[in-house]
């Protein structure tokens, strides 16, 4: 996922802390230099996981940043 307007660590810290609480996610780490953002999930299934990721954006930007799902 590519990230916007994160630049630094707390930012990092409050996308991973919330991050991991969504239902579906195993791990997300941010890399806020690289504006990137990596998911793990528990889940198999596609279609779950498009929602899963769907939910981290919306995340993403309720926090105060934004996000684009890379295809």
């Given at each position: 996922?590519?990230?916007?307007?994160?630049?630094?660590?707390?930012?990092?810290?409050?996308?991973?802390?919330f991050?991991?609480?969504?239902?579906?996610?195993?791990?997300?780490?941010?890399?806020?230099?690289?504006?990137?953002?990596?998911?793990?999930?528990?889940?198999?299934?596609?279609?779950?996981?498009?929602?899963?990721?769907?939910?981290?954006?919306?995340?993403?930007?309720?926090?105060?940043y934004?996000?684009?799902?890379?295809?």
């Open positions: 996922m590519k990230l916007h307007g994160a630049h630094c660590s707390s930012c990092a810290f409050a996308i991973e802390k991050g991991r609480r969504l239902e579906g996610v195993t791990d997300i780490q941010v890399d806020s230099i690289n504006s990137q953002v990596k998911v793990d999930f528990d889940i198999e299934e596609e279609e779950r996981q498009n929602s899963t990721l769907k939910n981290i954006v919306g995340l993403i930007r309720r926090i105060g934004d996000a684009d799902i890379r295809g």
